[in-house]
């Protein structure tokens, strides 16, 4: 079974930088595309960023174009989110999921949770406070 597990999250001052990690273990994510998400206090869940499983394609939502940046390190089996120039907005606990594509152009990036994603970690919470 593929579990994840975020890390990276922590309290940071508007404008600064954090750098979230997705590790996965029980199965390599060679073949899974991997979404991030974030959930506010009182708000729905949001797609992030996405990523496909080879890393040729990626997504981002319209709030962090320009400031976060998705990767991907199959060796290490791991999935990155440098985010930039944060904001107090930007303060929620961000999750990864994973989704195995099982389509021949393996181009699948998941921003949206209607997916249906196989995996999902805890969370990490990232908050922008001065």
């Known amino acids: 079974q593929l579990q994840l597990v975020e890390s990276g999250g922590g309290l940071v001052q508007p404008g600064g930088s954090l750098r979230l990690s997705c590790a996965a273990s029980?199965?390599?994510?060679?073949?899974?595309?991997i979404g991030w998400f974030r959930q506010a206090p009182g708000t729905e869940r949001e797609g992030v960023s996405c990523?496909?499983?080879?890393?040729?394609?990626?997504n981002y939502g319209d709030s962090v174009k320009g400031r976060f940046t998705i990767s991907r390190d199959n060796a290490k089996n791991t999935v990155y989110l440098q985010m930039n120039n944060l904001k107090s907005e930007d303060t929620a606990v961000y999750y990864c999921?994973?989704?195995?594509?099982?389509?021949?152009?393996?181009?699948?990036?998941?921003?949206?949770?209607?997916?249906?994603?196989?995996?999902w970690g805890v969370g990490t919470l990232v908050t922008v406070s001065s």
């Open positions: 029980g199965y390599s994510l060679d073949y899974f595309a």
């Open positions: 990523i496909s499983t080879g890393g040729s394609r990626t």
């Open positions: 999921a994973a989704i195995q594509d099982v389509t021949s152009v393996q181009a699948m990036c998941p921003l949206s949770e209607d997916y249906g994603m196989d995996s």
